[in-house]
T-cell receptor
Framework: AQSVTQLDSHVSVSEGTPVLLRCNYSSSYSPSLFWYVQHPNKGLQLLLKYTSAATLVKGINGFEAEFKKSETSFHLTKPSAHMSDAAEYFCVVSESGGFKTIFGAGTRLFVKA | EAQVTQNPRYLITVTGKKLTVTCSQNMNHEYMSWYRQDPGLGLRQIYYSMNVEVTDKGDVPEGYKVSRKEKRNFPLILESPSPNQTSLYFC???????????FGPGTRLTVT
């Protein structure tokens, strides 16, 4: 069975400092992993995805994530936060070739000036 | 423009009054899903569809129905809505199984 745990419900950083949003997953098969972002009162946008190619995945707006199979983790990072990064971030797992999709509970990122 | 559209965007209704939320995509995607979003729970999959006339339950299907008579449309039906179905609903489509999903703008439903 699949599951996703986002380890922090809220993360607060100062503008210009690094961002780390943590995600652990559980999957019986080779998973596809995603990070989506939801800005206030907006829909969801794909940040990046891992589908068994390179373990370090680069996404939009300077975000990247590293797939670590031994740790079953897929943490999202960004070297320098911008005010426009304030949003809710969702880690998502979908079994490769499967139909069911599991979302984490979300991490709300606050960026202080 | 490639997009997923949902209607209505906002709906307030009363317990027991049947309603339908429409979803349409113009990307010729085979796979479509419905989710509900509740605070602290993320998005939970209600139903998904692999192709025309092929649908299956997600994690929270109780109280919902879907149909897929055309590739582009995937309506969500609440035959007898209850207050615990008050939520934000998203429709999504994808080209490949387990692939990137494209989300609609959401429908905020309130059942009183």
């Amino acid at each position: 069975a699949q599951s996703v745990t986002q380890l922090d419900s809220h993360v607060s950083v100062s503008e210009g400092t690094p961002v780390l949003l943590r995600c652990n997953y559980s999957s019986s098969y080779s998973p596809s992993l995603f990070w989506y972002v939801q800005h206030p009162n907006k829909g969801l946008q794909l940040l990046l995805k891992y589908t068994s190619a390179a373990t370090l995945v680069k996404g939009i707006n300077g975000f990247e994530a590293e797939f670590k199979k031994s740790e079953t983790s897929f943490h999202l990072t960004k070297p320098s936060a911008h005010m426009s990064d304030a949003a809710e971030y969702f880690c998502v797992v979908s079994e490769s070739g499967g139909f069911k999709t599991i979302f984490g509970a979300g991490t709300r990122l606050f960026v202080k000036a | 423009e490639a997009q997923v559209t949902q209607n209505p965007r906002y709906l307030i209704t009363v317990t027991g009054k049947k309603l339908t939320v429409t979803c349409s995509q113009n990307m010729n995607h085979e796979y479509m899903s419905w989710y509900r979003q509740d605070p602290g729970l993320g998005l939970r999959q209600i139903y998904y569809s692999m192709n025309v006339e092929v649908t299956d339950k997600g994690d929270v299907p109780e109280g919902y129905k879907v149909s897929r008579k055309e590739k582009r449309n995937f309506p969500l039906i609440l035959e007898s809505p209850s207050p615990n179905q008050t939520s934000l609903y998203f429709c999504a489509s994808s080209l490949a199984r387990g692939g990137e999903q494209y989300f609609g703008p959401g429908t905020r439903l309130t059942v009183t």
